[in-house]
Structure formats: structure tokens, C-alpha cells
């Protein structure tokens, strides 16, 4: 009970800290251009909440989300990334998170690496901000130079499950990216049955100027 008790005393703790920091991170500058990987309302879309680890198992520890985008001019300076995700908390106890590793690629229309991030999943996760459904979080970027079209690669290795809408047809803009082999694949995925794929686009949004 003791140990319990710090450990939510810990956290609460860390919430607290973090506050502050994810407040920043969400602060629009006016100057900042916006741009999504979705058109219309999310709530009106069939939305479906997927990690990668789940579905493909432990080879997906090295296979992201990948949203193509282009740079509203050359030299645009990609400053954030905001994502839809939930980490399986409910709630309760048991629904704690254990604590993973998480990452995020900035690549450019060749795939070549831009910017690699990565970071402990708990400051981002619903867990710290007590909130028990899909969560918008946004990790903040040292202003990337991008040019033309280029790609958000987010590696959720079973941390998070992010949001994605399931779609008619495949998309062109979400893809599957596979580390080993620097290859994209498209974003078809079998959620309800297991010989059919179901066409996703991953919920992003992306910010700079």
C-alpha cells in the first residue's frame, strides 16, 4: 500500500512538472503555418485507434506511421508535431502505463534522415494528463528545414496506439515505413479480418513557418 501510495505521489509529482512544459508545447506561435493529414471534421470519421506492435508483432519496433506532407515553401521550418494517441489507460491501477521508448523521424522525399527523436512515451500519455480516452500530444522540434514533400515517421512500439481513419480506398499520403530496407508500404492494415487489409490514414498535424 505504502509503495502505491508514492508511486502515485511520484507521479502526480511529475504531472505537475510536466504541465508547464506540455503547455508550451502546445502554444501556437501566430506566425506558424498548419497543416493536417486529414480534411474535415474528426468527428465525423471513422476513427480507429492502432499500434503497430499489436498487429505485426516484434518486428514493429522498427516500423512507424508514416505521413507524407509538403512544405507550404522551400526552407520551411517544422517546428511541431501533434499526434492522437491513447496509452491504454482507463483509469485504474492496472491500467498504469509501464514505461517505453518512443520515436519520431523527420525524412525527406527521398527517405533520407532529417531528424531522429526519442523519448520516454509517459510524458506524452494520457496517464499524466488523467484522461482515459484518444489524447492529442505534440512533441516539439528544433525547427527542421524541410523542402517540397517529406514524411512524419512515428514509431509507437506498442506505447501508444494512434488514431487513424479508416478510409474506402488506399491513401496517399499515410503509408507503413520500414526501417530495415528504407521502404514505404501502404497504409492497408487487417483489423477485423485477418486476410483483410482495411485502408488507413493516420491522424497528424504538423506546424512550422
Known sequence: MKKMV?????????ALSL???SA???AKSPDNQVMNSYEGNLSQKRIVSIDLLSIMGLPA???AEAVKFKAPKPGWKLNSVQILGWDGFNGTMESIPRERIIALEVRDKDLNLLYRFADSQLPYSNFIRNATETYPFTIRLPSVSVSDEFYICFYD?????????ILNETSENSFIYIEDGNTLLPANLPLFKENESVPLNWIMTVRGN
Open 24 to 26: 508550451a508545447a502546445d
Open 61 to 63: 519496433y522498427f516500423i
Open 157 to 165: 512500439r506498442g506505447a501508444i496506439a494512434i488514431a487513424s481513419e
Open 19 to 21: 504541465t508547464g512544459i
Open 6 to 14: 508514492l508511486l502515485i505521489t511520484v507521479l502526480s509529482l511529475l
